[in-house]
């Protein structure tokens, strides 16, 4: 099986519909990946040692979907220089904007790049993490680009039939 290049995690197994969305998009593309879940708060020295044997194992990106006080992407992105995606999860009663703010408010020097709340997020996540990975390899590029098109194509479809 060829080593896996984005590492998703997530804080919770139930942040798991969401972050499907990131694993379907991944597989589409066929860019080799690994899921984890791991905790910034309840398992933190398990997060930390992957944080920083991720690069050494052959990741080129991390992403990290996490709710409430959402922290993850944040610890993760202090234990490596790996671009780090954060994913808002929605699992809260804030509805995830609570997860939005703890991720993307990062103070200055460790970044977290971090998308939409809840499926959006997750799906743009995977997308963005293959953009990344298309810099340097052509295959990935390629299928990145095929699949705007076919996105483009289903639009211009369903154009069509509302037109009928
Ligand atoms: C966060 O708390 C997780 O990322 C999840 O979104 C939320 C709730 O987790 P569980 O109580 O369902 O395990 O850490």
Redesign the pocket.
Known sequence: MAKPLVGIL??????LPVMEEAVKVLRDLDIPFEVTVS????TPARTSKYAKGAEKRGIKVLIA??????H?AGVVASETTLPVIGVP?D??PLNGMD?LLSTVQMPGGIPVASMAIGKAGAKNAAVFAAEIIALSDEGVSKAVKDMRKAQARKVAEKDRKLKV
């Open positions: 997530m804080g919770s197994d139930s942040d905790s910034a708060h309840r979907g996490a709710g409430a006080a959402a993850l999860i699992s809260s997860s």
